[in-house]
């Protein structure tokens, strides 16, 4: 499985709202340039957090983006959803009755295997874990 651009960069957005929001709306100009990315590329992905109930636009002077919920009743797999959809591997292991091979196929089990693996990751990782890194420098897979 791959995660494409959207769901690394929704990621980054939804720490960046989390670390900088303090409860005042966060414009996409200022995460675009504290993430050097562009401006109407995020926009293409705070919309899909925003259909996933992620987060919500304030308009006006003083508008911008705020979460909907506590970063710690936030999680990797939400995000991940939001931006990329499914996590599984291939359709039937999230849902067996995607392939009426399912149960005859020596190949289901790694499938479902590796979608528990992925989910039980994302499901146990909130934002709140993600920005107390942020904060402390530490990336976690270093000796930062």
């Known amino acids: 499985m791959k995660i494409s651009?959207?769901?690394?960069?929704?990621l980054r957005i939804m720490i960046d709202l989390a670390v900088h929001a303090d409860g005042?709306?966060?414009?996409?100009k200022d995460i675009a340039e504290r993430e050097e990315l562009s401006d109407k590329y995020l926009e293409q992905i705070?919309?899909?957090l925003s259909k996933g109930g992620l987060v919500r636009s304030v308009r006006g002077a003083k508008g911008g983006y705020l979460l909907t919920r506590p970063p710690e009743d936030i999680?990797?797999?939400d995000i991940l959803i939001a931006t990329e959809g499914s996590l599984a591997p291939v359709a039937?292991?999230?849902d067996s009755e995607?392939?009426?091979k399912f149960c005859d196929c020596a190949t289901s089990v790694i499938w479902s295997e590796i979608y528990k693996a992925i989910v039980g990751v994302v499901r146990n990782?909130?934002?709140?874990?993600?920005?107390?890194r942020t904060n402390s420098g530490a990336c976690g897979t270093c000796n930062a």
């Open 5 to 10: 651009t959207k769901g690394r960069y929704g």
């Open 24 to 28: 005042c709306c966060v414009s996409i």
């Open 46 to 48: 705070i919309n899909l």
């Open 75 to 77: 999680t990797v797999e």
């Open 92 to 94: 039937c292991a999230a």
């Open 98 to 100: 995607k392939c009426e």
């Open 125 to 132: 990782i909130t934002l709140k874990d993600l920005a107390e």
